[in-house]
């Protein structure tokens, strides 16, 4: 794996992990961010986790090992990394009635534990959602500062999921860093003014990971002592085809969890599973540059899970 | 005796009426009077050995209010005319294992025969009414004049006895200035379904503007009590197989037996004690049917009428006291004090209700706020207009134990004479109950607002205050979110009012709750938009269709909504005629807004960007602080590869401060106008 800046890379604009437009599209940049390059080519970044059939990751690939299909077109790898470059992680916490008393408690701790479990160059953004959109901390290392912050979460209302996630796959744009958005939520959306299929369309043009967490109970059947969930709750788990289709069209996944789980090790493991991923780099050739572009990514080796998003937006 | 208002046209309470001589006065009134104070009119009866002392003056009486000598600038007599109310008990026996029943046609005619003799003994300009009471209250005419009344036709008879809830009705009823109202009621002597009490209706009584004249009809009731065991001796029916269940059953008397035959004599029991003095109360009497040389109504209203025609009418105008409150009366001949003097015993003047501009006197800073630990103390602190606090109450407390203890001291509230500060009370108390978490606190709540809905109802034709307090009730169901509740009341209200556009708006607000959002999640009772079924999904339409089409007022609000609800179901052409169809509403910005906002999502949805771009900017400038259009700009910006713009918009979604935002009312319906409505319903209690 080459050093990522000697490719003329360009990462432009709403499609982040795809988008790549033009030098003109570049408006601005954060400010710690490195220089502009000057793109001579167009290059797509893609997130790539790479797994045995027991979900451990296998890291020790390399570009050979990857097959890269663009609208069906196999494109050559121009570089591979793993592990290596800075994550930044948008935490959205449902705070909406459905939410609260010793549950958001939980979800402090949870987040707690995320935070403490970063690296001094990965950062750390929670909003919190009920019917408004609340930004508690901005991107940050400091894992104290996130605890503090979480101290004075507010809770109850209605819930704008969907408007939530909108604004945090817009805001979730820095090229040079990875983006992972987990969002805590029990799936429903009572206050969201953006229609399902809006942002399904925003998360495919967006550059951030999406994974869900999503909560269940159990309830104790009479008679066995058995263990189940409760008929309610069965629907519950099922995710909505919204989120499920999200999460899967930008490489993330549905966690459902049992509320009495350690939500400090959900979400480091969701962190954990993400950081040990490949990002894969190519320049598209023989694709017309322009509309939706589907990827296919494949591991010629037997015995692996391959886990990318499916496409990104050309412009 | 009625002491009323002499001039003017507006009762200031339901018992004595007051009134303004500055008032305008009506035309049909002579201009007799000038006082400059509230005037009263007091009926006042004179006897000596039974029979009427004619002849007296004003000199000859005495007149106190409150204890405070007043002088009397008037004495009339017979000169004002009588509005009659007759009310006959048609209710059936309940103990009765089986009876042969005659016709509706026998019984209507019996009924008529009955009233012609009494209707003839009233005069030119005189009016009547005639009531029935059965299971339900039965007006068989509304008020007119006498020469005019019509025929009794057919009349629903024996059913369950509304006998409390009959006279309550009736003591109701609004009286016109210088008109006497009377009322004959006949009773078999039993209730057993009505909401209200016998001591309700003897505190109604007391403050009503009306002479009670209540005739006990024992030997009917004395038949009734004696067919079951004769049937059960004679026929072997000794279980009563005509209803299976009686909700209650309030007797008035009980016989006692005479042994050695002869008619039974009868004892008032508690609740024919409390009619009794009720009925005194207002100058009127409770006859016993045995006691009379006709046992009749016609023979109680000549009883009564005679009375009454001979009594007098005293004016003064109050000096010396405090208006607002209880006035005790009191009415003497100083000169022979033999006499046997009969009138009200007094009248009661409401507080003045704080007006827009006015401030009701605080408390004084250094005096504690009165506790609130009972619900009489809930209740009188409502009546005192200590709104706040009780509100902080009913923010605080378990609402299912105060719904159990308002019910438990049903009639022992400060509003013995009207429902209307009961109702509100109810209103407000379930309000918090079907805000609660538990069900069976919503269901209380529920069931308090089913049964107020009926309690508000006049008799036969709505009023404002039922009006105002279904407005007050559909708003807060409304907030709710909660359709499977909201549609029966809405439903009901439509019932009572039913071209009331705001209530038709209500209908089709709730119906399009039941999908409300988007509707993506596929479980609990929400649908996704293409799953709502396409009959549902019409009458949403057409529901708010009528409103477009019944209200100019509401017209744009329903097409706004209707363009909304038409792009969830993805008619995304209709919806945008809708909104472009709405009529403008420069004064409503909220509704100015929402339409932009909604056609901005329309747009981007189209792939419109443009478009959604410059209608999202619109609502933003109509109304800068709300997210909803942010939300919509940074979406529109998004797609349309502004990314920079659209991540400043975000950041700026993620830290403004919380603001007001249309969008997050607008599920709520009319749930934003609530506080006005319920101010609007606190002002009427009085």
């Known amino acids: 794996m080459r050093p990522i800046p000697k490719l003329a890379i360009v990462v432009l604009a709403i499609a982040g992990v795809g988008g790549v437009l033009g030098a003109d599209g570049v408006r601005r940049q954060t400010p710690q961010a490195p220089p502009v390059f000057r793109a001579q080519t167009n290059a797509v970044s893609v997130d790539v986790s790479v797994r045995d059939t027991t979900r451990r990751p296998i890291a020790d690939l390399t570009a050979r090992d990857f097959v890269v299909e663009d609208n069906g077109v196999r494109q050559s790898i121009d570089e591979v990394s793993y592990a290596k470059r800075p994550i930044d992680v948008t935490v959205g916490l449902d705070v909406s009635g459905s939410v609260t008393g010793a549950a958001l408690e939980r979800l402090r701790q949870g987040v707690a534990e995320l935070a403490r479990g970063l690296r001094d160059v990965d950062r750390v953004k929670l909003v919190v959602f009920n019917t408004q959109v609340h930004r508690v901390i901005d991107f940050s290392s400091d894992a104290q500062a996130v605890n503090r912050a979480l101290r004075n979460v507010p809770a109850g209302g209605g819930t704008a999921l969907f408007d939530t996630i909108g604004a945090a796959l817009v805001a979730a744009n820095d090229p040079e860093r990875r983006q992972l958005i987990v969002f805590f939520t029990d799936g429903g959306d009572s206050g969201s003014v953006t229609s399902p299929q809006v942002m399904q369309t925003m998360a495919v043009r967006a550059r951030a990971t999406v994974t869900f967490v999503m909560t269940y109970q159990t309830v104790a059947l009479p008679n066995t002592g058995a263990s189940m969930p409760a008929t309610r709750n069965v629907l519950l788990l099922s995710p909505s085809r919204v989120l499920a289709a999200v999460a899967r069209d930008t490489g993330g996944e549905v966690v459902p969890i049992d509320f009495n789980s350690n939500l400090g090790l959900v979400f480091r493991k969701i962190l954990d599973d993400f950081r040990s991923s490949y990002v894969l780099f190519f320049s598209p050739s023989g694709v017309d540059r322009s509309g939706f572009h589907t990827i296919t990514v494949d591991v010629a080796r037997p015995g692996t899970v391959v886990t990318a998003r499916r496409g990104y937006f050309g412009g | ?686």
């Open chain 2, 1 to 686: 005796m009625t002491p009323r208002r002499a001039l003017g046209a507006v009762c200031l309470t339901v018992g004595a009426v007051l009134a303004q001589a500055e008032t305008p006065q009506p035309q049909q009134v002579p201009p007799t009077f000038t006082a400059n104070t509230d005037v009263v009119l007091v009926d006042v009866s004179v006897r000596r050995n039974g029979a009427q002392v004619p002849g007296l003056t004003a000199a000859d009486f005495e007149l106190r209010d409150n204890g405070v000598k007043q002088d009397i600038e008037t004495v009339e007599s017979t000169a004002v005319p009588i509005d009659l109310s007759i009310v006959v008990d048609v209710s059936g026996n309940p103990d009765r294992p089986w009876e042969n029943l005659p016709s509706t046609a026998k019984v209507a005619a019996d009924l008529d025969a009955e009233v012609r003799k009494l209707v003839a003994l009233l005069r030119p300009g005189d009016r009547v009414r005639l009531f029935a009471q059965d299971t339900y209250v039965q007006q068989i005419w509304p008020l007119q004049p006498a020469s005019s009344a019509p025929r009794v036709e057919r009349v629903v008879f024996d059913g369950q006895s509304s006998l409390f809830d009959t006279l309550t009705t009736v003591l109701l009823q609004p009286i016109e200035p210088r008109r006497r109202h009377v009322i004959v009621a006949a009773t078999k002597g039993l209730d057993t379904i009505s909401a209200v009490t016998a001591a309700d209706v003897a505190a109604i009584a007391r403050h009503a503007d009306a002479q009670l004249h209540l005739v006990m009809l024992e030997m009917d009731a004395d038949k009734d009590a004696t067919i079951r065991p004769f049937q059960c001796a004679n026929m072997d029916l000794c279980r009563p197989t005509y209803r299976f269940w009686t909700p209650a059953r309030h007797r008035l008397f009980v016989p006692e037996p005479i042994t050695g035959g002869g008619a039974p004599l009868h004892t008032l029991l508690a609740d024919g004690a409390s009619l009794k003095l009720g009925a005194e109360a207002t100058g009127g009497a409770l006859y016993q049917g045995a006691m009379l040389a006709e046992p009749s109504l016609f023979g109680v209203f000549r009883h009564a009428f005679d009375n009454f025609r001979q009594s007098y009418v005293l004016r003064y105008s109050p000096k010396g006291i405090a208006r607002p409150g209880w006035h005790q009366i009191t009415v003497t001949v100083p000169k022979n004090k033999s006499l046997k003097i009969q009138s009200r015993t007094g009248y009661n003047v409401d507080a003045p209700t704080p007006t827009a501009g006015t401030t009701r006197p605080s408390r004084a800073a250094d005096a504690p706020a009165p506790k609130l630990e009972t619900m009489a103390d809930l209740m009188e602190a409502y009546n005192r207009g200590d709104y706040r606090p009780v509100e902080a109450v009913f923010d605080v407390a378990d609402a299912g134990k105060l719904i159990k203890g308002f019910e438990f001291t049903s009639g022992m509230n400060p509003w013995p004479g009207t429902m209307r500060g009961e109702a509100a009370f109810a209103l407000e108390l379930a309000g918090a109950a079907i805000f609660s978490r538990p069900q069976p606190i919503q269901d209380a709540g529920r069931g308090l607002l089913q049964r107020f809905s009926r309690l508000i109802q006049p008799t036969f034709e709505t009023d404002d205050y039922e009006h105002v307090w279904l407005t007050t009730l559909l708003a807060l169901l409304q907030g709710r979110l909660s359709p499977s509740l909201a549609e029966p009341f809405v439903e009901r209200a439509l019932v009572r009012f039913p071209n009331e556009p705001r209530f038709l708006l209500a209908r089709a607000i709730v119906t399009d709750q039941f999908w409300r959002g988007f509707g993506t999640m596929s479980f609990g009772d929400r649908m996704t938009a293409t799953e709502i079924p396409i009959k549902r999904a019409d009458l949403v339409i057409s529901r708010y269709q009528a409103v477009a089409a019944a209200s100019p007022e509401l017209a744009s609000e329903a097409l706004i909504r209707l363009g909304w609800f038409l792009y969830r179901v993805g008619r995304v052409d209709e919806s945008l005629k809708a909104f472009d169809a709405a009529p403008p509403v420069p004064a409503d910005t909220g509704m100015e807004y929402l339409r932009h906002l909604f056609k901005s999502h329309v747009f981007t949805s189209q792939d419109k960007l443009d478009d959604a771009v410059t209608e999202a900017r619109t609502a933003h400038t109509l109304i800068p602080d709300a997210q909803s259009a942010r939300i919509a700009l940074m979406n529109a910006l998004a797609l349309r590869g502004d990314a920079t713009d659209a991540e400043a918009v975000a950041a700026n979604i993620e830290t403004a401060p919380r603001a007001a935002d249309p969008w997050w009312a607008y599920w709520l319906g009319d749930f934003r106008w609530y506080g006005d409505a319920r101010s609007a319903l606190r002002g009427m209690i009085k």
